[in-house]
């Protein structure tokens, strides 16, 4: 079964800094597909990048960047020049590709503070 | 402007009631999830639908029903059989795999149900 692992429960960065917050994951598929949701406090899960594991190159969106390396199975996500906005909860997710069902995969999380 | 909708917000249920929650999107997804979020646990999937009068049971469906008699709903029933039933709900839609696997779900704003 796949499995997703955010390793840090909390991150802190100052503002205007740059940050990256961490997520591995596990899997016999070679077809799939990655993505980091946010969670403001708000509640409400909101996209922020995804990534295709037939793409070698990172995926980009504005301030956020991913640095996915497939062989090790590792999608980190950085945040640039980070905002008071950009404090939240961030979850990494997985899911199969290939017509498969589109089952996301979740990591625990992490809460990412940024500090005026 | 097209979204999820969930209702209540705020849901509060006696032992051995059982209580429903509702879930409407105007998207024109056929695929609809609905997840559960514990503190420290991420989402995880209780049920999903990929088409209309159908479902399937996700990693957490023991004391939950669901139904999906139309496109646009997909209402969750907690019964009394879930022993353990306040967390956070979500309710997410999205485009079915295949072509389009790299479609994110789309996530409603939640709802929080606590026992009384």
């Known amino acids: 079964a796949q499995t997703v692992t955010q390793s840090q429960p909390e991150m802190s960065v100052q503002e205007a800094e740059t940050v990256t917050l961490s997520c591995t994951y596990d899997t016999s598929e070679s077809d799939y597909y990655l993505f980091w949701y946010k969670q403001p406090p708000s509640r409400q899960m909101i996209l922020v990048i995804r990534q295709e594991a037939y793409k070698q190159q990172n995926a980009t969106e504005n301030r956020f960047s991913v640095n996915f390396q497939k062989a090790a199975k590792s999608f980190s996500l950085k945040i640039s020049d980070s905002q008071l906005g950009d404090a939240a909860m961030y979850f990494c997710?997985?899911?199969?590709?290939?017509?498969?069902?589109?089952?996301?995969?979740f990591g625990t999380g992490t809460l990412l503070a940024v500090q005026p | 402007d097209g979204g999820i909708t969930q209702s209540p917000k705020y849901l509060f249920r006696k032992e051995g009631q059982n209580v429903t929650l509702s879930c409407e999107q105007n998207?024109?997804?056929?695929?609809m999830y609905w997840y559960r979020q514990d503190p420290g646990q991420g989402l995880r999937l209780i049920y999903y639908?990929?088409?209309?009068?159908?479902?399937q049971k996700g990693d957490i469906a023991e004391g939950y029903s669901v139904s999906r008699e139309k496109k646009e709903s997909f209402p969750l029933t907690v019964t009394s059989a879930q022993k353990n039933p306040t967390a956070f709900y979500l309710c997410?839609?999205?485009?079915?795999?295949?072509?389009?696997?790299?479609?994110?779900?789309?996530f409603g704003d939640g709802t929080r149900l606590s026992i009384l």
């Open positions: 639908s990929q088409i209309v009068n159908d479902f």
């Open positions: 997410a839609s999205s485009i079915p795999t295949g072509r389009y696997s790299n479609q994110p779900q789309h």
């Open positions: 998207l024109n997804h056929d695929a």
């Open positions: 997710a997985y899911r199969r590709g290939g017509g498969a069902t589109n089952k996301l995969i």
